[in-house]
């Protein structure tokens, strides 16, 4: 059964700093490209960090210089840093995984952890 737990979520103040961790299971976890998506009320889903199997990363402008994605293969496990916090980075945050073969995708989700930016 695949799994991707997510934890580390919470309230914290402006300029602060909180880590997100996504736990993987029932997959192959060194052979798929892990990303945040982050979700606000009334507003779609969007991306926020992937790193790929090969350790390529890339950011959404709105998050380069203050966010920073890592894994760590052994543990299947996937880490989002997150600081100096601003109230627009308010919202679900959701764990992804993704690999393609050349005939199937696979795309698995977490449930989401709730991060809430405001004093």
């Known amino acids: 059964q695949v799994q991707l737990v997510e934890s580390g979520g919470g309230l914290v103040q402006p300029g602060g700093s909180l880590r997100l961790s996504c736990a993987a299971s029932?997959?192959?976890?060194?052979?798929?490209?892990m990303s945040w998506y982050r979700q606000a009320p009334g507003k779609e889903r969007e991306l926020v960090a992937t790193?790929?199997?090969?350790?390529?990363?890339n950011y959404a402008d709105s998050v380069k210089g203050r966010f920073t994605i890592s894994r760590d293969n052994a543990r299947n496990t996937v880490y989002l840093q997150m600081d100096s916090l601003k109230p627009e980075d308010t919202a679900v945050y959701y764990c992804?995984?993704?690999?393609?073969?050349?005939?199937?995708?696979?795309?698995?989700w977490g449930q989401g952890t709730q991060v809430t930016v405001s004093s």
């Open positions: 992804n995984a993704f690999f393609r073969t050349s005939f199937r995708e696979y795309n698995y």
């Open positions: 029932g997959f192959t976890f060194r052979s798929y490209a």
């Open positions: 790193i790929t199997s090969a350790a390529s990363i």
